[in-house]
């Protein structure tokens, strides 16, 4: 079966620190790749997407993702992080052959202190 | 635009109950789909729904089921209600070109959830 690893539960980091968030998964078909992210209170948001192209993708709020195929991974990266970015962070991963069913990994709990 | 919408926002029910949850897409979306979300498994799959049919279904029991309406309108209903199914019930939309016809389009856009709890 798919499956989606994060592999950092919580992450503590202070303002201005650099965060990266490793996501893989375990099929080895064509894939769509997202990140989301759902802030204390609020719904899952789309952060950043990966169909095809570039492998760098760069999404709201000055995150970016790498697609590195022969790792099937997706890393999520920023380079500056705030206070603000506090929140919970999903990886999901959609393969084509499954029409729009998502599977995310189990999320990384980010907190970010000022 | 409107976003994704759901209601109600919060339930509570007893066990052996049935409830019915709602989510309307963004306006122009045809795909619909259900995921629940629990601390403990996550963000897990229910069904999606295309053009009023159902097109995909996770690994859940027949107490689960859904329908999609002409409007792309969906429902979701949960049968013989047990502790185990309170969850944060989430609708996403999407345009949902079919597999294959183009991926431009089939990201996925969360409403705010249902919170489910059974006693």
């Known amino acids: 079966a798919q499956s989606v690893s994060q592999h950092n539960h919580h992450v503590i980091l202070s303002e201005a620190a650099s965060l990266e968030l490793g996501c893989n998964y375990s099929?080895?078909?064509?894939?769509?790749l997202f990140w989301y992210v759902q802030y204390p209170g609020q719904h899952l948001q789309l952060l950043l997407k990966?169909?095809?192209?570039?492998?760098l993708v760069k999404g709201i709020k000055g995150f970016e993702a790498e697609f590195i195929k022969s790792k099937f991974s997706f890393n999520l990266r920023k380079p500056s992080v705030q206070w603000s970015d506090t929140a919970e962070y999903f990886c999901?991963?959609?393969?084509?052959?499954?029409?729009?069913?998502?599977?995310f990994g189990g999320g990384t709990r980010v907190l970010v202190k000022p | 635009k409107a976003g994704v919408t759901q209601t109600p926002r919060y339930l509570i029910k007893t066990r052996g109950q049935q409830v019915t949850l709602s989510c309307s897409p963004i306006?122009?979306?045809?795909?619909v789909s259900w995921y629940q979300q629990t601390p403990g498994q996550g963000l897990q799959f229910l069904f999606e729904?295309?053009?009023?049919?159902?097109?995909n279904k996770g690994n859940f029991p027949g107490r689960f089921s859904g329908r999609q309406f002409s409007n792309s309108r969906s429902e979701m209903n949960v049968s013989t209600l047990e502790l185990g199914d309170s969850a944060l019930y989430l609708c996403?939309?999407?345009?949902?070109?079919?597999?294959?016809?183009?991926?431009?389009?089939?990201?996925?856009?969360f409403g705010p959830g249902t919170r489910l709890t059974v006693l």
């Open positions: 996403a939309s999407s345009l949902g070109r079919l597999a294959g016809l183009g991926r431009v389009g089939n990201e996925q856009f």
């Open positions: 099929y080895g078909g064509t894939v769509n």
């Open positions: 990966y169909f095809s192209g570039d492998p």
């Open positions: 999901a991963v959609n393969k084509l052959a499954a029409g729009n069913k998502l599977t």
């Open positions: 306006s122009g979306h045809r795909s």
């Open positions: 729904y295309f053009s009023e049919t159902q097109r």
